[in-house]
């Protein structure tokens, strides 16, 4: 077993703020606004990911820093009204959780307030930043690349089950960058002859009646898009495909530590690592402006043997050479 290393961020210097602007002395208490989509995502592994690295940078919850966590249970329409109110705290820095739909309500919300964005599939495409190398005055983060790397979800299952030409795709419409996806894998699938059946999910509770309509259509497989439903709804989807011995292909680890079949997407613990580090630099005075956006370059494609062997499907040696993790 083999598993790249997560390289390639792209990185550069931050200027910072005029001295008394964002300057603090020591021992000040910093106040993190953090908000999410999804509930599950305070104690999902990204977030412990983010609040260790933080430790790790020397701050500690209710010693030096403080959090306020707030979650639209999976209400996108709650959002902005949830970050205006976070905004009224005035926080030192404001960190939207997974999903493009956090971020533009953080930045709707505040034009002062530095922000940092954990994962978005599209910054530019999605109008957070008018570009990657300089973002917008009070706004940084981390991009995904979700809408280039499904397309690479499409190839994988061209060589997992080459003779279907009917494939699956559950996705959330009310979230951009799933959208956005679904442009680029029907152009791959118009290139590759392959045919589409699109399931829109709005809400966790249709998951199952859209798996099944899904293979209703004849789709012989399922391509799963991420954002914060879809993820909530990992162990489901998982439990469904299984029970359906429905081979998936999703775009985050923890659909296969939920007993999903593979995944191939960037490491998204990595990624809210890095938000705690911009964290990190801002507090210290940087200028959310002069910090790039970062773009990891490096993907990790796992495969679960176990839900291969339950479904019933033979993965091709192909495949297995270059997978970064197999789980027995």
Sequence with gaps: MKRREFLGLVSGAAAVWPMGARARVSGQLYRIA????????????????FTQRLEELGYVEGKNITIDYRSAEGRSEQLFTLAAEMVRDKPD??????????????????KDIPIVFTSVGDP??????????????????????????????????????????????????GAPAPVQALKEIRTAAEKGGVRLEVLEVNAVSQVPEKIEAG????????????????????QQISDLCVQYRLPAVYGDREFVRAGGLMSYG???QQLFRRAAEFVDKLLKGAKPSAIPIEQPTKFELIINMK??????????????????????
């Design 124 to 173: 530019v495409g999605s109008h957070l930043v008018a570009n990657l190398a300089r973002p917008d005055e009070n706004i940084t983060g981390l991009a995904s690349q979700s809408t280039e790397t499904v397309t690479k979800r499409l190839e994988i299952f061209e060589k997992l089950l080459p003779s279907q030409s009917i494939i699956a795709v559950l996705l959330n419409p």
């Design 307 to 328: 839900a291969a062997k339950l479904i019933g499907l033979k993965i091709p040696d192909s495949i297995l050479a270059i997978a970064d993790e197999v789980i027995e």
């Design 93 to 110: 820095v404001f960190v939207a959780g997974f999903g493009t739909l956090t971020a533009q309500a953080a930045k709707t919300a505040t």
């Design 34 to 49: 953090y908000l999410a989509l999804t509930s599950g995502e305070k104690n999902n592994p990204q977030m412990k990911a």
């Design 215 to 234: 293979i209703r259509a004849g789709g012989s497989g399922l391509l799963v898009t991420e954002d914060p439903l879809t993820l909530a709804a990992r």
């Design 266 to 268: 960037t490491d998204r």
